[in-house]
């Protein structure tokens, strides 16, 4: 199904450039937990992917402590924004509550057949268990999002918060969240796929 709001259109430089809307869902760690609102990635996204000629406006639909079965229970009100492009950031708090990695892998996987099935252009966002636990659960976790990007065949950023987990100069107090500077280490870390989704659209001519 093509969206029939996303356009090309003639870049600065003489190039064929893209707009429309990319909706970025996710839990508190896409909503910006703790930072200002200009400071959260998905602020940080847009103007740099407005820098550089791409005038996509982003949507912040990040719920703080959201699992990833209440993100596919609001799937026609992300759906409703009629996003070209998603962002998918879930799972986190499925991990923290030691929620079963099969049951999340279910909740992602029937996210994206939904997005997909709308035209939008997916980007899931690979994340690692963020409070370790014995046995495979870890494993079962980051296996989840390699899995489902696998299957549907949609982009995979391997690790939304790589450079930046684990490092307390880069996180609140909590360990979890991002500071400011952490998200300005996210932003270019889910750039670049972003920007392959963006090409994916316009190289198939959605």
């Known amino acids: 199904m093509k969206n029939e709001n996303a356009d090309t259109k003639n870049s600065p430089k003489g190039g064929s450039t893209a707009y429309g809307t990319i909706i970025a869902v996710g839990d508190s760690l896409t909503a910006g937990y703790g930072v200002a609102a200009e400071e959260n990635y998905p602020a940080l996204l847009e103007r740099k992917l407005r820098d550089a000629g791409h005038d996509f406006r982003v949507i912040n639909a990040g719920i703080n402590g959201e699992k990833s079965g209440e993100a596919l229970g609001r799937i026609d009100s992300i759906l409703a924004q009629n996003p070209q492009i998603a962002i998918l950031q879930t799972g986190t708090n499925d991990g923290l509550r030691g929620l079963s990695p099969a049951d999340m892998k279910r909740n992602i996987q029937a996210i994206v057949r939904a997005l997909v099935g709308h035209g939008v252009t997916v980007v899931l966002a690979g994340m690692q268990n963020l409070k ?16 489902v990007a696998r299957e549907e065949s949609v982009i995979l950023i391997p690790l939304f918060l790589a450079g930046v987990a684990g490092d307390p100069a880069l996180n609140r107090a909590d360990g979890i969240h991002p500071t400011a500077e952490g998200y300005r280490i996210v932003t270019e870390t889910v750039f670049p796929y972003v920007v392959e989704a963006i090409e994916k659209r316009l190289q198939s001519g959605e």
């Open 132 to 147: 370790k636990r014995k046995g495979d659960f870890d494993q079962l976790f980051a296996q989840a999002y390699t899995e």
